[in-house]
């Protein structure tokens, strides 16, 4: 079996179209429309404002049939890469399942004398009630989960490793809809319509198996990058917040005093230890503590640079220093 091809940019849109028909959905997806000529898929990205690379990835993974190694770009787009599956979800909802159940409704008697097909209807139903609220429930609190992410708010209640471990494979309870109706639906004269169906339900089928791998094997990956990105930043923040805190600390601590103050102002005016004791009724020792305290919380030990200090922060006038100190 002969490798295959990985798309770059400069590919022309339509030649990746042909070589892989399947892809017309993640174009549809990605909201590239038709008509796109002869530009390359990068001039087709750009004029629709899609993110290139992200639609490369998704298509590269489904064109290599969803190797479960696959390592995903880490500058792969979230917000694309969510546009991607949210329209995924709409097209499942809104156009392909309730197309399937029309055909399904041609082509089998629905009244309750046929156990078979009626069983077959009501299996269906059941199975798009479930598909709806595997989806809401993503649309409404996974993506609202990482959309917070990128603003930089991280919910603690909440993770994707969470989402994995209850993501179920809702593609799976199709494959028993489309085995039952293979071996067990009546004969019937519109055996046709029934085989259209089932042509749709493999395709729906192979189509969710495909949601549901982007979603594990590049969405998963990407939020779990972008989590630890925001745990980091907020650690950052963090001790930013505590560094800052601590120099307000620290500065307050470092305040000098009134009374550091006033010992400055007799300091610079040539008072002696013992003289500034006596002018501020204070003990020689609680004045050498003092002026050990302004040089610490100052880094200031000389009399002149102490002068300089006094007179720049406004304690003392020039007038007032006594210079031969």
């Known amino acids: 079996m002969s490798k295959k091809k990985t798309y770059i940019p400069t590919d022309k849109m339509s030649d990746i179209i042909c070589d892989n028909y399947s892809l017309l959905q993640v174009m549809s997806r990605f909201g590239l429309p038709l008509g796109f000529g002869d530009y390359t898929v990068e001039e087709v990205c750009q004029s629709n404002q899609v993110d290139c690379l992200t639609f490369l990835e998704v298509a590269n993974f489904i064109n290599t049939h969803y190797p479960r190694t696959y390592t995903p770009s880490e500058k792969i787009s979230i917000p694309s890469l969510m546009g991607y599956l949210k329209n995924a979800h709409h097209y499942f909802l809104d156009f392909q399942l309730p197309s399937i159940r029309r055909k399904l409704l041609e082509a089998i008697d629905c009244?309750?004398?046929?156990?078979?097909?009626?069983?077959?209807?009501?299996?269906?139903?059941?199975?798009?009630?479930?598909?709806?609220?595997?989806?809401?429930?993503?649309?409404?609190?996974?993506?609202?989960?990482?959309?917070?992410?990128l603003k930089g708010v991280k919910d603690e209640a909440y993770n994707i490793d969470m989402f994995v471990r209850h993501h179920d494979h809702i593609d799976e309870k199709l494959t028993e809809l489309k085995n039952s109706i293979i071996k067990y639906y009546p004969d019937s004269r519109k055996t046709y319509v029934m085989n259209a169906v089932l042509f749709d339900i493999f395709n729906c089928?192979?189509?969710?198996?495909?949601?549901?791998?982007?979603?594990?094997?590049?969405?998963?990956?990407?939020?779990?990058?972008?989590?630890?990105?925001?745990?980091?930043?907020?650690?950052?923040?963090?001790?930013?917040?505590?560094?800052?805190?601590?120099?307000?600390?620290?500065?307050?601590?470092?305040?000098?005093?009134?009374?550091e103050k006033e010992i400055i102002t007799c300091v610079v005016k040539g008072l002696s230890n013992k003289e500034i004791a006596e002018h501020l009724f204070i003990s020689v020792h609680t004045v050498i503590t003092h002026r050990r305290n302004i040089a610490r919380k100052l880094k200031i030990h000389s009399p002149t640079l102490l002068t300089v200090y006094a007179i720049v922060n406004k304690l003392v006038d020039i007038s007032e220093v006594k210079l031969n100190i």
Not at 232 to 244: K, P, R, V, W
């Open 111 to 149: 009244s309750t004398d046929n156990e078979v097909t009626f069983l077959i209807l009501k299996f269906f139903d059941s199975y798009v009630q479930e598909v709806h609220r595997h989806m809401n429930y993503e649309d409404m609190y996974v993506f609202t989960y990482v959309e917070n992410l």
């Open 205 to 259: 089928e192979k189509d969710l198996a495909s949601h549901n791998l982007v979603e594990d094997c590049l969405f998963v990956p990407a939020v779990l990058r972008l989590e630890c990105e925001v745990a980091n930043q907020a650690n950052t923040y963090n001790q930013l917040e505590q560094t800052s805190s601590d120099k307000v600390e620290k500065s307050a601590s470092d305040e000098l005093s009134l009374r």
